[in-house]
């Protein structure tokens, strides 16, 4: 079984930074395309950012040039730095993977808990 764990969510200031980590569990072989998604009270869940294995990425408009996504192949973990936070970027925070190869077993669509970030003075 795999396991993908959210961390680094909290309480910031607007104008404040923080940096999500996702870190995929288990004996993984390969993990495809990564992501990051939240969801926002009362709203539906949005992607926020996408990396490839191979290292290409996209942002929802609302992030671009505040947020970048990352990954480390080496150690199953992507990452999310979040800059420059506005009130509207409160949400909970889910990572998300297409498809990840464990033991000889692909597990598609894997989510991990969330972490809640909340933007607040």
Do not use: H
Not at 16 to 34: D, E, P, Q, T, Y
């Amino acid at each position: 079984q795999v396991q993908l764990v959210e961390s680094g969510g909290g309480l910031v200031q607007p104008g404040g930074s923080l940096r999500l980590s996702c870190a995929a569990s288990g004996s993984i072989f390969s993990i495809n395309a990564m992501g990051w998604y939240r969801q926002a009270p009362g709203k539906q869940r949005e992607l926020v950012a996408r990396i490839t294995s191979g290292g290409s990425t996209n942002y929802a408009d609302s992030v671009k040039g505040r947020f970048t996504i990352s990954r480390d192949n080496a150690k199953n973990t992507m990452y999310l730095q979040m800059n420059s936070l506005k009130p509207e970027d409160t949400a909970v925070y889910y990572c998300n993977v297409d498809r990840i190869i464990s033991r000889g077993t692909s597990y598609f669509d894997v989510w991990g808990q969330g972490t809640l970030v909340t933007v607040s003075s």
